[in-house]
Protein backbone atom coordinates (compact mmCIF):
# COMPACT_ATOMS: atom_id res chain seq x y z
CA UNK A 1 0.00 0.00 0.00
CA UNK A 2 0.80 3.85 0.28
CA UNK A 3 1.86 5.41 3.30
CA UNK A 4 2.15 9.03 3.40
CA UNK A 5 4.36 11.04 6.08
CA UNK A 6 4.09 14.83 7.00
CA UNK A 7 6.69 16.94 8.79
CA UNK A 8 7.39 20.52 9.34
CA UNK A 9 4.41 21.78 11.46
CA UNK A 10 4.89 23.55 14.63
CA UNK A 11 4.40 26.90 16.57
CA UNK A 12 5.35 29.75 15.27
CA UNK A 13 4.19 33.75 15.33
CA UNK A 14 2.14 35.68 13.21
CA UNK A 15 3.73 36.88 10.61
CA UNK A 16 6.00 34.21 10.59
CA UNK A 17 7.13 30.91 8.20
CA UNK A 18 6.97 27.20 8.32
CA UNK A 19 7.64 24.56 5.55
CA UNK A 20 5.91 21.20 5.60
CA UNK A 21 6.80 18.35 3.71
CA UNK A 22 4.92 15.14 2.96
CA UNK A 23 6.57 12.19 1.55
CA UNK A 24 4.81 9.08 0.60
CA UNK A 25 6.50 5.73 -0.07
CA UNK A 26 5.02 2.11 -1.11
CA UNK A 27 4.44 0.31 -4.69
CA UNK A 28 3.59 3.21 -6.27
CA UNK A 29 3.49 3.44 -10.37
CA UNK A 30 2.55 6.84 -10.24
CA UNK A 31 1.29 10.08 -8.38
CA UNK A 32 -1.06 12.57 -10.14
CA UNK A 33 -2.12 15.72 -7.80
CA UNK A 34 -1.08 16.19 -5.37
CA UNK A 35 -3.02 18.40 -1.94
CA UNK A 36 -2.94 20.12 0.95
CA UNK A 37 -6.02 20.10 3.13
CA UNK A 38 -6.36 21.52 6.87
CA UNK A 39 -9.02 21.49 9.28
CA UNK A 40 -9.38 23.78 11.72
CA UNK A 41 -11.05 22.59 15.88
CA UNK A 42 -14.84 23.15 14.61
CA UNK A 43 -14.58 23.38 11.15
CA UNK A 44 -14.76 20.86 8.01
CA UNK A 45 -11.44 20.19 6.21
CA UNK A 46 -10.58 22.37 3.77
CA UNK A 47 -8.71 22.60 0.39
CA UNK A 48 -5.62 24.63 0.88
CA UNK A 49 -3.47 24.15 -2.26
CA UNK A 50 -3.08 21.14 -5.05
CA UNK A 51 -0.60 20.92 -7.55
CA UNK A 52 -0.92 18.37 -10.26
CA UNK A 53 1.72 16.12 -12.43
CA UNK A 54 2.97 18.81 -14.91
CA UNK A 55 3.02 21.52 -11.94
CA UNK A 56 -0.34 23.30 -12.03
CA UNK A 57 -1.06 24.88 -9.02
CA UNK A 58 -4.31 26.40 -7.13
CA UNK A 59 -4.71 27.93 -4.27
CA UNK A 60 -7.93 28.79 -1.55
CA UNK A 61 -8.42 32.34 -1.33
CA UNK A 62 -7.54 32.42 1.74
CA UNK A 63 -3.82 31.29 1.62
CA UNK A 64 -3.06 33.11 -2.42
CA UNK A 65 -0.22 34.76 -2.26
CA UNK A 66 1.33 33.76 0.93
CA UNK A 67 1.19 29.67 0.58
CA UNK A 68 3.35 28.12 -2.08
CA UNK A 69 3.08 23.90 -3.24
CA UNK A 70 5.84 22.91 -5.02
CA UNK A 71 6.62 19.16 -5.95
CA UNK A 72 9.65 16.40 -6.17
CA UNK A 73 8.39 14.02 -8.26
CA UNK A 74 11.90 12.03 -8.12
CA UNK A 75 11.20 12.11 -4.47
CA UNK A 76 7.65 11.41 -4.25
CA UNK A 77 7.21 14.41 -1.86
CA UNK A 78 5.33 17.30 -1.74
CA UNK A 79 5.96 20.90 -0.04
CA UNK A 80 3.94 23.89 1.26
CA UNK A 81 5.89 26.98 2.01
CA UNK A 82 3.71 29.18 4.20
CA UNK A 83 4.36 32.70 4.91
CA UNK A 84 3.48 35.76 6.38
CA UNK A 85 1.21 33.12 8.71
CA UNK A 86 -1.80 34.05 10.51
CA UNK A 87 -3.76 33.08 13.56
CA UNK A 88 -6.58 31.66 11.75
CA UNK A 89 -3.62 29.66 9.71
CA UNK A 90 -3.72 27.46 13.27
CA UNK A 91 -5.16 24.09 11.82
CA UNK A 92 -4.33 20.57 11.36
CA UNK A 93 -2.53 19.91 8.20
CA UNK A 94 -3.00 17.41 5.79
CA UNK A 95 -1.34 16.20 2.56
CA UNK A 96 -3.36 13.86 0.73
CA UNK A 97 -1.92 12.03 -3.00
CA UNK A 98 -4.03 10.54 -5.95
CA UNK A 99 -1.98 7.17 -6.86
CA UNK A 100 -1.43 4.44 -8.79
CA UNK A 101 -0.23 1.78 -7.25
CA UNK A 102 -2.41 -0.63 -10.45
CA UNK A 103 -5.36 0.78 -9.30
CA UNK A 104 -5.83 4.84 -8.51
CA UNK A 105 -6.99 5.94 -5.32
CA UNK A 106 -6.23 8.66 -3.01
CA UNK A 107 -4.38 8.68 0.38
CA UNK A 108 -4.27 10.28 3.16
CA UNK A 109 -1.25 11.20 5.80
CA UNK A 110 -1.80 11.07 9.69
CA UNK A 111 -1.41 15.32 9.96
CA UNK A 112 0.52 17.57 11.68
CA UNK A 113 -0.36 20.08 13.53
CA UNK A 114 0.54 24.45 12.81
CA UNK A 115 -0.03 26.45 15.19
CA UNK A 116 -0.22 30.43 14.93
CA UNK A 117 0.03 32.47 17.77
CA UNK A 118 -0.71 36.06 18.24
Known amino acids: QVHLVESGGGLVQTGGSLRLSCVAS????????MDWYRQAPGKQRELVAS???????NYADSVKGRFTISRDNAKNTVFLQMNSLKPEDTAVYYC????????????WGQGTQVTVSS
Open 96 to 107: SFVVSVGSVGRY
Open 51 to 57: ISSGGST
Open 26 to 33: GSIFSIYT
